[in-house]
């Protein structure tokens, strides 16, 4: 049977489906995604400064001078994950992010002397409660 008041069931749907609201992901790449793997390539003593910017794909996020014509290049790089629930008037949801850092150390005659990347951002996990932990 057909409703009389078919704007009624309308409503009453419409309602329906705004209180029992959603679920939202998000993922956020900072920078490159692959830098720690790029940052594998560079041999400290052999590549030069040119070839670490060739490496990495870009020039670096901070370039730091220091004593005896030295520098460090800092390439910045990680990730992070949202996941929500949404009801009509409130919002729960958790981001899991994760940030790391590509220091190499540059010597007077532009050869990488030295380097070290932190890999916290690999494999960040979604976190599902948006209370605890």
Not at 71 to 86: E, P
Request: aromatic share 10%.
């Amino acid at each position: 049977m057909i409703a009389k008041k078919p704007w009624a069931v309308l409503t009453a749907v419409m309602v329906a489906g705004m209180l029992a609201g959603g679920c939202a992901w998000s993922r956020t790449k900072i920078n490159d995604e692959n830098a720690y793997v790029k940052a594998q390539a560079v041999q400290p003593g052999k590549t030069t400064a040119a070839q670490l910017e060739a490496i990495m794909g870009s020039a670096p996020n901070t370039v730091m001078p220091m004593k005896g014509n030295r520098q460090v290049f800092i390439y910045n790089f990680g990730d992070s994950k949202t996941a929500a629930f949404n009801l009509l008037i409130v919002s729960f949801s958790k981001t899991n992010a994760r940030l790391d850092s590509a220091y190499f150390v540059i010597d007077a005659n532009n050869v990488v002397e030295h380097k070290s990347v932190s890999n916290n951002s690999r494999r960040v996990p979604w976190e599902w409660a948006p209370f605890g932990k």
